[in-house]
């Protein structure tokens, strides 16, 4: 059951209360309020806070929109019902019940006393980001240990944790333990206690086996895992942005680790579209660009996916600067016209069909990179037999053969197509350049990613007629734009 309020409230069957018919009116609010609360209760009795979170998730993703800042709303009392629903304990759920009516906007609960009444916090870094360190911290009541996250109080902190709050209780991604609001010298922080994962992440346990590649079993297994989380975050309208080794944390180093998907630092949502709540625009008028927009956003991570894979499968990743660089212009041409090799020494002995996919998920061209749905579909993830249409076999010593062994791949030539000749940088992919150090490739993978976020953020350019700076009004005072008669 899902609750999808744009639906069941039509603003334009609604009477209206005032020329606005945009306004809901406060009878069908409260109706629907009632009605909603009702339900609530009833799955908060016996559904996994899974759904709720979901739910959660729906109800502020809808109704942000109408919640302002000084007052008290009946929608803004619902919100925090509906978010209240989704907390961990009970106790929690109390004081963050007190705390959120000060707090409108924020949608995850956490305590405003000092994480120190709670938990020891030591010295001991677990782990270095680029937004600071992740310390050791231990419950006072239970002796247990989780790892600490401290961010700057700011928006984007905000995003980050509510938008892994709404998603940490999947079973493959981070469990978020406790949320706090603490001052520190005058500077407003939000500190996330989550669990620890002693496996460390991936990229490091990776590593520290010598960076020998998986194999497609285990690979396929980490995908599954990884994958199954991934598309939690997509069905609920979230994109990670940040896939990356070192954001999968392994909860050991054995063979019944769990995947766990963490640091929300990128995630997106849709947000408020100001195009779309504009009464002068409807959804119904609203440009595929604007409506796209999340779908490029989550295909970045079905991107990201496809290096981790072919990283994990060969032990370098596939698009990296030859020079060492951190992102040379070479690389993103390779990038962006999605020129990578599958060198013989490491990918003869990886199968066409695994091949294939990460062919699907390294597209250049977002809308037709394969969705996470496909991918939790194909038979490495699954591990039953490939029920789809198999991929023709090249006959030893034809033209064929010898281009898909080389494997280089442009979105624009079919994939069992002789490729006539191979571009200058992937020969020197294949010759064998010594890869350099994983870490510091990783590091370029980054920015890549950085670039490939950047590319789908969409900017928005105001049309010259409404746009009013001082420049422009000088410039259109001494010049008359001429205007074109177009005679068709
Ligand atoms: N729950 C955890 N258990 C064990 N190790 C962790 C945990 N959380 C983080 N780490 C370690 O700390 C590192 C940095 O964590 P995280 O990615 O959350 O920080 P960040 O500053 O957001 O990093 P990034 O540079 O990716 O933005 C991870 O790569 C991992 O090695």
Redesign the pocket.
Known sequence: MMFDLDEEIDPLETPQTDNNPFRFSPDLIEKHEKRLLAEMDFIHEQSPTTFQRSLCLNATSTLEVHISDDEESPTAELQRKLCLCASLNPEFSQEAAQRSRKQSYTSFPYHDHQITDDYKVSAEI???????K?MACYNKTTGEK??L?VLRDSPKARREVELHYLTSNHENV?TIHDIYENTFDGVKCLLMV????????L??QFEGQGSVPYTEKKVGEIIRQIGAAVQFLHDMNIAHR?I?L??I?CSSKGDDCVYKL??Y??AKRPERNVLMESPCCTPYYAPPEVLGRERYDRSCDMWSLGVAMYILLCGYPPFYSMAGLALSPGMRARIAKGYYAFPHEEWDPVSDSTKNIIRNLLKTNPSERMTIHQLMFVSLVTGEPDRTTPIPIPVPGSEDERSSSDSCHDENMDETRAIPEIPKSVRFLRDGVKPPRLHSIQEEV?RALELMRMGHDSVYVKPPKLACTSLLARRRSHFSIPQVQLNY
């Open positions: 677990i782990g270095i980001g680029e937004s600071g992740v989780y790892a996250k981070v989550v669990e620890f994962l002693e496996g460390g992440d990229l490091s940040d990356k070192e954001n944390l963490g640091d630092g990128f980054g």
